[in-house]
């Protein structure tokens, strides 16, 4: 069982924890992040997502919005959303002149079907496009709260096949996971991680920004994460008040409590900003403010 390692050293694990944190954006959202931008540290990775209804034009363009604003852009690749070989590398190639992109997430995507010829994140990995296109770090998905549709089994074996496939060609790898309301559920998944897979790159634990809790229910069912009155207990909230705003402090005070970097090994939260981006910056802000006194 880990320890609780803040006793001895105060707010450690919460700095360690917000100390380069990433952010998600959609190709929407530009304005947002130039309204945002004096709130975010320089450096800052911020992902980018490839959303339906969302053009190719208008995710690259979010990447460069992302870049010029001094911030790293990681844009999205969607497996199943792609129509052929060359809609990948096309893209690639669009983002490498436009954004000088050097790091991706891949994941599989929601399509029932694939559109193209890649049925999975591993499918687009095993082209070695991406090392083709000089993208040296990739990010992978983790489900610390399982999915809706694919088994634990498969989720371990493909997280185990991508891993190897990119750390065999000579690339980074980050695990990014889907957004979480359960710390138990991640800290026990983070232990399975290190010690069962024995896979020790950096994970970015997803956290929800602020928002009002019928929104969260809303991401929450879509994405398949658990939303039980239980879970959102532990989370802070009530489902019976859809109309309050959540916020994580409690969800990060108590995954703070249990962290142990000697068991969970390399983490950092990632931020879903599902209230606005200004919002989740603000809060980032004044909680490692009173977080430090």
Known sequence: MATNWKDNIGNAAVDELLDGFSLEMTAKDIESLRQAKDGIPSGTPISVTFLPGENMPSRVAAAVAVKESGFMPVSHISARRLSSHDDLTTFLDTLRGAAGIKRVFVVAGDTPQPLGPFEDALAVIQTDELLKHGIDTVGIAGYPEGHPNIPQLQLWNALKSKHKALTSGGQEVEIITQFVFDYDAVLQWLERVRQDANIHVKVRVGIPGPASVKTLLRFATRCGVGASA???????????????????????????????????????????????????????????SMANG
């Open 230 to 288: 239980k879970v959102m207990a532990k989370y802070g909230v009530s489902i019976t008040k859809l109309l309050y705003t959540a916020r994580p402090d409690a969800l990060i005070n108590d995954f703070a409590d249990r962290f142990n970097p000697r068991v969970h090994g390399d983490v950092r939260f990632h931020f879903y900003p599902f209230g606005g981006l200004e919002r989740t910056t603000e809060w980032i802000q004044n909680y490692r």
